[in-house]
């Protein structure tokens, strides 16, 4: 996909355990062919199969692995999954510049072509009391997020994965082409779960994401089709 033919979009996370289940809660949509999200638990349980059934049901597909190891091995790794035709893939930046320019060599076909490849910042999880304690990374979580996305712009990535409220500053230290895919997405009147740095898809689309995640808020929705029209709607 060209940056210019991007617009804003609702992605669903399907963190399904099986394919069954998740044919089962897509066909509820009969009228929009969503782009989904599919994470490790799905992938790993139905493997690259999933993959190809959903896109060759229409749907775009954003397969979130979030590759981190040696530079040769998400290389080799990137080059698998870039056959598989997805639209988006992504690593966690704490894998350092090294391997983030490996990956996108890997995902790279003969065309020159490849899907839009994006770095995790830090989780949406992760507070900075466990980012400084547990990860011995001072600072704000801004600051790292700030520094993990100028070193994935470095390296001629398209864009990161972050808080929905971090998208203000990654835009100002990165510029607005560079895309803030921001999972952390509740509704105003809605659960939190484990998520911590979140916000609505409004407050998202005012701080800058281009895309948001949205899981359970739709998922576990009693209508997941309005869910998913409200958040369209909220945001897009
Ligand atoms: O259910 P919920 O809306 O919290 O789902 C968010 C999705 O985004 C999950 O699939 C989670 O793995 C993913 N994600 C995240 N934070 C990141 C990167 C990915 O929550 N930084």
New binding site residues.
């Given amino acids: 996909m060209a940056r210019e033919d991007m617009k804003r979009e609702v992605i669903i996370?399907c963190?399904f355990s099986s394919a069954e289940e998740t044919y089962r809660f897509l066909d509820r949509f009969t009228e929009e062919k969503p782009f989904v999200?599919i994470?490790m638990e799905l992938f790993y349980a139905e493997g690259p199969a999933i993959v190809r059934e959903l896109k060759g049901r229409g749907h775009k597909i954003f397969l979130?692995l979030k590759l981190h190891d040696i530079p040769n091995t998400v290389k080799k790794a990137m080059a698998v999954l870039s056959r598989l035709d997805v639209d988006m893939v992504n690593l966690h930046a704490a894998g350092t510049k090294e391997m983030m320019v490996a990956a996108l060599e890997g995902l790279t076909r003969a065309d020159g072509s490849r899907p839009i490849l994006l770095a995790?910042t830090?989780?949406?999880?992760t507070s900075q009391e466990r980012m400084n304690r547990d990860l011995l990374i001072p600072g704000t979580v801004a600051d790292c997020v700030r520094h993990y996305a100028k070193n994935a712009q470095e390296a001629g990535l398209d864009g990161v994965?972050?808080s929905p409220l971090e998208a203000g500053i990654v835009k100002e230290a990165c510029g607005k082409d560079f895309f803030c895919v921001t999972?952390?997405?509740r509704f105003a009147d809605g659960a939190v779960?484990d998520?911590v740095r979140i916000t609505t898809p409004e407050k998202a689309k005012e701080i800058g994401s281009d895309y948001i995640?949205?899981?359970?808020?739709i998922?576990a929705a009693e209508d997941p089709v309005a869910a998913y029209r409200r958040c369209v709607c909220e945001f897009e």
Avoid at 122 to 125: A, G, K, R
């Fill in positions: 996370a963190d999200k994470g979130d995790v830090q989780l949406t999880s994965v972050c999972p952390g997405i779960g998520q995640v949205v899981g359970r808020p998922t």
